[in-house]
Each structure stands twice: as structure tokens, then as C-alpha cells.
């Protein structure tokens, strides 16, 4: 009988979550609760997110927030153990705000929870500095899981973003300015009006032009369109 009790005492402690040590009587005593600051511009879904992690023993939701400008002084205040943010956010986007608040605090911890799926917006994601990418739509535990685990030190990628980032291309990267021009192509600008746009000549455009083509690994202009969209370099 003995023997059974201390196998179940160990089943008990491997099931705990971390920060969690057991208590007199065999009862769980909790330790700190990982803090998160919730960032998402649609109501609904910011507070569905935060009624998950407050039902979670070892989470607590100490702060919400609909832009990345609201967030900002709501991180300064708080200094959560791990930021919850979108990508796609009202006015700074998810990924400008990783890079701004890691810049003054380069120990913070970011989970990304967003609806993009394409390559380019986990790559970019990732390269600020986020230690974890959820799509809207998995299974809770999978962020349930990932706040465990980035706040313990790791990083937490599912299974279709790792596959994702196995399906981009190396040497795909655009720089700045082919950003812009592919942005205007996506908004339907011919080579004369992208020219005047940017303040170029039309003969440059076309060079531009003829390098994303080959980045993206495309033939033409529309198969350039529908690549950048389907792998997040460009939104509408």
C-alpha cells in the first residue's frame, strides 16, 4: 500500500504544473501565477481569451488591451511575465510592438495568437522576438501549453507553423523598398504609376519589379500578387 501511495504522489507532482510544489497532506500548494497581458482589437474574442487563462490555476490575465498603443503604458505599468498579442492590430501592428517593447526590455516574452498562417508573418514574427505562433481556430490547451512553456524559458511551435516555416524559400527575403513597390503592384499600380508614387523612374520599377518575380518564385505580376498575400508579405 505504501508502495502505491508514493507512485501516486509522483504521478500527482509530474502532472503539476510548473511553479506548482505539494503541500502538506499531500495537498497542492500553487506558486506564482504567470501574469499576461492580453492584446487583441476584437472585444469578443480579447475576452474570451482572458476568461480561458483565468479558469487556468497557474494563469491570471492582469491587464487587456485593443491597439499597441493602448498596450504600451499597460506594459510599462505591469510588466507581464508573457504578453498574449495579435499581429493584425489597429494603427502599430503586433510585430512593431515586440520590437519596441523588446528594445527597452529585452527579457520580455511574447506568444502570438493570430488568424495570419502565411510563412512570411511567422518568420517576421519570430525575427522580433516572439517565443511562440498560434492560429486562431487550435485547440485552447495548444495555448494553454505555449504560455507554459515560454514562460518556463522555451519556445512553443505547433505543428502547421513549423511546416509553414519549412515551406519558405531561402534568399526570399524583400528589402524595403520592393516591399513598396509590391504593396502598390497588390493595390493594382502599373510600373508609370508606381513610378510616380515613389519618386522613381519607370525603368527602376521594372528592375524592382523583375527581382520580386525571382524572390518569390513567380512568372508574373498576378502569380507575384496572390504569393504575397497568400504568404503574409503584403495585407489588404
Given amino acids: 500500500m505504501r508502495r502505491e501511495g508514493m507512485k501516486a504522489e509522483r504521478r ?13 497532506g499531500g495537498r497542492v500548494a500553487e ?17 474570451g481569451i482572458a476568461a480561458i487563462i483565468q479558469a487556468t490555476r497557474d494563469m491570471t490575465a492582469i491587464a487587456q488591451a485593443g491597439s499597441a498603443e493602448e498596450a504600451l503604458p499597460l506594459y510599462e505599468k505591469h510588466l507581464p511575465d508573457i504578453t498574449l498579442i495579435d499581429l493584425r492590430l489597429p494603427g502599430m501592428s503586433g510585430v512593431d510592438f515586440i520590437r519596441a517593447v523588446i528594445t527597452r526590455h529585452p527579457e520580455a516574452k511574447f506568444v502570438v495568437l ?3 498562417e502565411g510563412d512570411e508573418d511567422i518568420h517576421q514574427a519570430l525575427e522580433a522576438g516572439a517565443r511562440s505562433y498560434i492560429i486562431k481556430g487550435m485547440p ?16 512553443f511551435l505547433p505543428p502547421p507553423v513549423t ?26 499600380r502599373s510600373n508609370r504609376e508606381i513610378a510616380a508614387a515613389l519618386g522613381i523612374t519607370e525603368a527602376t520599377v521594372k528592375c524592382h519589379v ?16 496572390v504569393s504575397a498575400l497568400q504568404r503574409g508579405i503584403v495585407h489588404l
Avoid: F, K, W
Avoid at 506558486?31 to 475576452?47: A, C, E, K, N
Avoid at 523583375?210 to 500578387?225: F, K, W
Fill in 210 to 225: 523583375s527581382v520580386i518575380l525571382m524572390r518569390l518564385n513567380v512568372n508574373d505580376r498576378t502569380q507575384a500578387v
Fill in 140 to 155: 485552447h490547451d495548444a495555448l494553454v501549453s505555449a504560455l507554459r512553456r515560454v514562460h518556463a524559458g522555451g519556445r
Fill in 31 to 47: 506558486g506564482p501565477r504567470i501574469r499576461v497581458l492580453v492584446i487583441d482589437d476584437h472585444p469578443i474574442m480579447r475576452v
Fill in 163 to 188: 511546416r509553414a516555416l519549412a515551406s519558405r524559400m531561402p534568399d526570399s527575403e524583400l528589402s524595403a523598398r520592393e516591399r513598396e513597390v509590391l504593396l502598390l503592384m497588390v493595390g493594382g
Fill in 114 to 116: 493570430t488568424t495570419y
Fill in 12 to 24: 500527482m507532482r509530474c502532472d503539476m504544473p510548473a511553479g506548482d510544489t505539494m503541500g502538506p
